[in-house]
């Protein structure tokens, strides 16, 4: 019973962390590899290791975007799980 819980508070963990993120702002960010983007969220916090759906572009409908541990957007290669990412960091469907 108790590996079943823990399945579940995993699997509703990894829902939430998936859902729509409907407020916030992109951050630019420069470094040694040039202009990277990360996105925080209303309450000080980066979206980070993993997708999220956001409204980069704003035209009302969000696109999904994958982040690294460190926060920083991914862009124009293959994410970790294997999916291609636009120039603009946003999935591509395939």
Do not use: H
Request: hydrophobic fraction near 35%; charge should be negative; include cysteine.
């Amino acid at each position: 019973m108790k590996k079943i819980l823990c399945v579940l508070s995993i699997m509703v963990i990894s829902l939430l962390a998936s859902m729509a993120a409907y407020a916030g702002e992109w951050r630019e960010e420069t470094g040694s590899d040039g202009a990277q983007w990360r996105y925080e969220n209303n309450d000080g916090t980066f979206a980070s290791a993993g997708w999220f759906w956001l409204d980069g572009n704003g035209d009302g409908t969000s696109e999904c975007y994958y982040f690294d541990s460190d926060g920083l957007m991914l862009s124009d290669t293959v994410t970790p799980d294997g999916y291609q990412v636009n120039g603009d960091g946003a999935w591509i469907e395939s």
